[in-house]
């Protein structure tokens, strides 16, 4: 069976178009009460709207209908690979998440510090959830760990969480967490479910080992747990299933690391949307594909800031004419999956997506909002389509077949 | 996972339904500015637009969202068979258009008529593009060579290229191209992949020599290359996976042999669509199904004839009236894919489509254009479920489980 990418392996064609996707996101949403209107329904968004009028728009089905993605899925799927297929491990993302710049023969373990009794019995599964610039002291102890035969690399992400990293050949990712989910009991011992990663294991527990003589005297953070043991899996990059040279926009680590991922340069950027714009504009001439990421929208969706998120989403607004003005030939705008107010979480709705280029088959939407993208010409789509949809419309895929 | 056809099988129940797929091909179309009108909805389209009140409509993805398929797999997916799992390639289809009644174990390649200089370095890969005439003699001369163990068949299809065909037991089809796509280089000797295309890739090799002492006085066509050598791919027939006794009515050479290829009969009518029509009408009793294929939407597309494109869909509406007055249990309409005047080219937007039968769900369609099939009954489907469609509107299928 030809996959995706097979396919865009095959078809691929060169051209000197650019295109940019924009995720906002957490972007969907919900309305507060039956027949009213989301917060990208509720929010003036003029420009938004222009686009809608140009484009043709859809809705977008992150993983499957109902599911509700974390980060890494979300995007996963944006970029064209199937989520279900690319499953990103939790050590991997965490690590991801703090800009750490993971090989592919990495392993990488979110840790948990916890509290231990005289027995070894846990007694608390976050260390009471000690303050951060403790958990940062203790994490520098951590990294003067030596085990031979591997690099250690520990770093300190919040509170009690904390990342691990091994690096050197023939490691393996297929090890159970060693955090019981429950107090009054060990750790569990960490076991390698094939050969390097039973070696792996060995050297888990010659981490843990160090690590509680270590901590002896740092309670109640005096020990971690392990979660989340993972490789990055092997994904193909942008440039060979795609052909375009690709750049990542984004100000927080979680999102450059998965533009990392996927082979995308990650440009530095300020911190606001108009420093976004601006990098956009100086590396416009030295790459084909653009992927701009808006935090916002999620961030006050999670809160559950209804008004909060209506105005993240026209601060968005507002900075779409300078992406216009680039004149791309494809400008997408969506997100990595929904995120109402009303319910303060990702969610499985499907989200909102504007795709806007000539050869647009014009569908009549009037404005950006997901009753407009419910009848849209892009239909309800699965999210690993939509770089299909990109490619195609930038006259960058050959035809399929004679 | 249970594929389409497993399911058909399984389900197929007989009746003395009848169903016609009317293929009109590269249907969808274009605006050719925002806001405008596509081919299809700026014909006057009478006929079809009351069988869309009667009916309900919808959007084929003919293969995924964006791909642009090429007549062969846009066929396959209306004649519901994955275009993704069913490939067939160059040569077997360049065989099919020329109406070559291509075996099972028959191995068809495309040849290219080129120049080869003293040194056996290629100066032209097409010949100087030599008239059809000469083509045609050049392809008499080299349909007498003659190889131990396989028949060999060389037939002209236009100016530089031709057909060759060696039938015998025991050849494979997988076979490096020996056109190396550039001048200044010596052709690529064919390679087998596997013991049966080593053998035949001997035969290859065997031809070409005896090709270039036959060619050495015909400059500037003194040798050829081979491309796209393939064997037919296993393909289930339609009689077997759907239980109907089915038949096409097809002027081109090219979807004749696609019909063929799936275990239709082929039947001779005129060239005209009355003529089409006529044959349908005389072979009513003789059959279930029938595919009746239409070229000229797609020829006027390609030609980016916009006005031309919309008389001929007048013309086809003309038509309709003789297919309906036959009662048939379930009539469809759609194309294999869109080729937009506005792009000159077959291109990967879904394609309008029309369903007619007892059991249908009104949807309140007006008439028969992408506007109304966006939001149709049928919804955005993947072109391969049509004929579940069908099927199931003719009564011809079981409930799958108690």
Redo the contacts between chains.
């Keep these: ?2 996959d ?1 990418h097979d ?1 865009t392996r095959r ?1 691929q064609r060169s051209n000197d178009s650019k295109i940019i996707l924009c995720v906002s996101d957490g972007l969907g949403g919900l309305p507060l009460t039956p027949g009213g209107q989301t917060e990208l329904e509720t929010a003036q968004t003029p420009n938004m709207d222009q686009l809608a ?2 484009g043709v728009t859809g809705m977008s089905i992150p993983v499957l209908p109902g599911i509700a993605p974390g980060s890494g899925p979300g995007h996963l799927g944006l970029f064209g690979y199937d989520p279900l297929q690319f499953e990103i491990g939790r050590g991997v993302l965490e690590a991801l998440g703090i800009d750490f710049d993971l090989g592919p023969d990495d392993v990488a373990i979110r840790g948990n510090f916890c509290t231990i009794d005289g027995e070894g019995l846990i007694t608390d599964r976050r260390a009471g959830r000690i303050a951060s610039e403790i958990g940062k002291k203790l994490c520098e102890k951590l990294d003067a760990i030596e085990i031979p035969g591997v690099e250690v690399f520990v770093r300190h992400v919040k509170e009690y969480r904390l990342v691990i990293v091994f690096r050197g050949k023939g490691l393996g990712g297929h090890i159970n967490d060693t955090d019981p989910q429950r107090t009054g009991v060990p750790p569990l011992e960490p076991q390698g479910r094939d050969e390097a990663s039973s070696r792996t294991a060995d050297i888990c527990r010659e981490f843990l080992t160090q690590a509680q003589t270590i901590l002896q005297d740092d309670a109640p953070a005096n020990l971690l747990t392990m979660r989340g043991i993972a490789k990055r899996p092997p994904i193909p990059t942008f440039e060979e299933v795609y052909g375009t040279r690709a750049a990542a926009i984004a100000v927080y680590p979680m999102y450059r690391g998965l533009a990392r991922l996927v082979g995308m340069d990650v440009l530095d950027a300020g911190a606001t949307l108009a420093d976004q714009m601006t990098c956009l504009e100086e590396n416009w001439n030295s790459y084909d594909f653009f992927f701009v990421h808006f935090k916002y929208t999620d961030s006050t969706g999670e809160d559950g800031n209804f008004s909060g998120k209506v105005e993240k989403i026209e601060d968005l607004d507002a900075a779409v004419p300078r992406m216009t003005a680039l004149n791309p030939e494809v400008l997408m705008i969506t997100g990595d999956h929904s995120t109402p107010a009303k319910m303060r979480a990702h969610s499985g709705h499907p989200v909102p997506t504007l795709l806007v280029a000539e ?6 939407s009037t404005s950006f909002g997901e009753s407009v993208c419910r ?7 699965e999210a690993k ?1 939509l770089m ?6 930038a006259g960058r ?1 050959d ?4």
Tied chains: 1, 2.
């Design positions: 069976m030809t995706i396919l078809l009028q140009r050869q647009c088959r014009f569908d009549g009848v849209g010409e892009l239909g309800q789509f389509y299909l949809q990109a490619l195609a419309h895929l035809k399929y077949g004679a």
